[in-house]
């Protein structure tokens, strides 16, 4: 089974396996902010209607849409 961002739960923890992103200009916004691949990430919170994710990473939070993080394989 295939474990997403976006169906992790707030406080959950993980580590990025692989991101699945198309559109090119996007995927490099998203590596530009420090989602690579190998860092470990934690949901820190969830809006109410699922989207956006708050998340942390590399010491600092970060908000990216349920779109994006349907994207995002974590182990």
């Known amino acids: 089974m295939r474990n997403f961002l976006s169906n992790m739960k707030k ?9 699945n ?10 590596l530009e902010m420090g989602l690579t691949v190998g860092t470990k990430i934690k949901v820190k919170k969830i809006a109410p209607t699922g989207d956006p994710i708050s ?11 349920k779109k994006d ?3 995002i394989r974590v182990i």
């Open 69 to 71: 993080a349907s994207k």
């Open 21 to 30: 992103i198309d559109n090119l200009k996007r995927k490099i916004h998203l």
């Open 55 to 65: 998340i942390e990473l590399r010491g600092y939070e970060l908000c990216i849409s």
């Open 11 to 19: 406080g959950q923890s993980g580590v990025i396996q692989e991101m």
